[in-house]
């Protein structure tokens, strides 16, 4: 079987974290799988078995998903939206898939709907039409006005076969963020919640008794690590490590170094091997994007969670708050965020009962697979 995903990514990396993670798990079926990124490249992502292409790369404006920009810092003109476009049409008739799956679209990425609609109409019209499924987390960012939910259903009604959603229906359904229509019910199928492998424990131990600080790649981590920073003078009994993600994770760190971190504070770009460090850590400090909070769930790890939240963001704050109840979580407002309460709440978060691992549960990205195979024996 041949798989196509297409995923863009215009702020952090989770999107193409999430279609990698899928990637992986039908390749180690033994399908041939290509994914199409159109975000900037995530070096430190796991790409293995996959055949991972890259569109010309588009980011976001800060918060301003509106408003994209090219890899120069300058807004894309029609003639590079174009040329994205035309490529992944292409991509498409090389490959010929069997299945296409398409990474949030139609249900966000709405700012990228001419390029998704290319490719759709071009899947469409191949001599053998490809299984069209759309690939979703647990939490959706909630449509703003109706008319988001009936353009999204029309899109689905013309093209999709189905809409995966990688979330447990016993612990989150799509309607806590989505208005689910009669004719979307039908299309719903709920995978389980697509995390890699528990990463387990660090061959060397790193992370041992540290407090983690991440915050994805992209800029809206920065208030984050400059928080921790100063939360490192009180908590001076532990070893603090922040990990700045992005291509300009460079540039990142050097400014952050020009606050005069304290020698308890360890500063240095994302790392692959940030899981397995969890295992070992004191506490994490994080926003709540999907795979961040499947990461900590598998790792057990005490954690402050700050959901990201600008732009009239909820889809994270939805999420923390249902981790809230488990213990070893704390909950952080973003604008509650200040040294001292970060402090406070990573003591509290470190002193709360262990937190059972819950590696065992997350299989979606197989069970993605069996679903996929099943559909296509029906399909032909």
Not at 21 to 42: D, N, P, Y
Not at 291 to 317: C, H, K, M, R
Not at 339 to 348: K, T, V, W, Y
Not at 352 to 358: E, K, M, W
Request: glycine residues 8%; charged residues 25%; aromatic residues 6%.
């Amino acid at each position: 079987m041949k798989v196509l995903i297409a995923v863009t990514h215009l702020l952090g990396s989770g999107h193409l974290s999430r279609a990698l993670t899928l990637g992986r798990a039908f390749a180690q079926e033994g399908h041939e799988v290509v994914v199409i990124s159109g975000g900037f490249a995530v070096p430190q992502l796991d790409s293995s078995g996959v055949d991972l292409r890259h569109l010309p790369p588009l980011r976001s404006d800060g918060t301003n998903f509106t408003r994209l920009l090219t890899d120069a810092g300058e807004v894309a003109d029609e003639p590079y939206l174009a040329a994205r476009s035309k490529a992944m049409v292409e991509i498409l008739q090389e490959v010929q898939p069997d299945a296409l799956i398409t990474e949030l679209f139609p249900f966000g990425r709405r700012v990228l709907r001419n390029e998704f609609l290319a490719l759709l109409k071009a899947a469409r019209a191949i001599p053998k039409r490809p299984l069209i499924c759309c690939s979703i987390r647990d939490i959706l960012a909630p449509p703003s006005r109706p008319e988001k939910v009936r353009k999204t259903d029309e899109i689905l009604l013309e093209f999709y076969d189905a809409v995966l959603v990688h979330s447990d229906p016993n612990a989150t359904r799509l309607e806590v963020s989505w208005p689910v229509s009669e004719a979307l019910a039908e299309k719903l199928i709920y995978t389980g919640y697509v995390a890699p492998p528990a990463a387990g424990a660090h061959p060397d131990g790193l992370g041992s008794g540290e407090i983690l600080v991440s915050a994805g790649g992209g800029t809206v981590g920065e208030p984050i690590f400059r928080a921790a920073i100063e939360a490192a003078r009180k908590i001076t009994n532990r070893r603090w490590r922040l990990l700045v993600g992005g291509s300009d994770s460079t540039a990142r760190i050097t400014t952050l170094m020009h606050n005069a971190p304290p020698e308890n504070v360890t500063i240095e770009p994302a790392r692959p091997d940030f899981r397995q460090m969890l295992h070992h850590a004191a506490a994490s400090v994080s926003m709540c994007g999907y795979n961040t909070a499947l990461d900590l769930l598998q790792a057990g790890s005490p954690a402050v969670l700050i959901p990201f939240d600008d732009g009239q963001e909820v889809e994270q704050t939805l999420r923390a708050r249902s981790l809230a109840d488990l213990p070893g979580f704390e909950v952080l407002p973003s604008v509650d965020l200040t040294d001292d309460r970060l402090a406070r709440s990573i003591e509290d978060a470190m002193r709360a009962p262990l937190r059972s691992r819950q590696a065992a549960e997350f299989d979606g990205a197989l069970k993605t697979v069996e679903i996929i195979e099943g559909r296509l024996e029906a399909y032909v």
